[in-house]
């Protein structure tokens, strides 16, 4: 999982830099630390999937296409990622939130167990 950290974070870097934005002007916009999207690029530091979310609509990116340029065999030896994706894939980014409340919802009940 750490090569999983690794590649999030250099996808994050690589389309923050397209976007011509610095990591002080991304952790502003998603209320955070500069030092925090640092931690994230280098992979010193794993990030929520909400997290993930709310960067990626910052850099005006939907999951799907954030996943698509990171490698489908670091992500998911079982494949239950790039099947999350395909669901995703061809919905709006509005559906997108929806489904990610409803993971996160289920999450929380794992979590209370």
Do not use: C, W
């Amino acid at each position: 999982m750490e090569n999983l950290a690794i590649k999030i974070g250099e996808r994050i870097r690589e389309l923050r830099n397209l976007k011509g934005m610095n990591q002080e002007e991304l952790a502003y916009r998603i209320d955070k630390h500069y030092t925090f999207i640092g931690k994230i690029e280098r992979g010193e530091k794993k990030v929520s999937l909400e997290r993930l979310f709310t960067i990626t609509q910052v850099l005006e990116i939907s999951l799907e296409e954030f996943f698509s340029k990171v490698d489908p065999k670091v992500i998911d030896d079982n494949n239950i990622l790039s099947q999350v994706i395909d669901l995703l894939k061809d919905r709006s980014i509005e559906e997108q939130s929806k489904y990610l409340d409803i993971l996160k919802t289920f999450t929380e009940m794992l979590d209370q167990k």
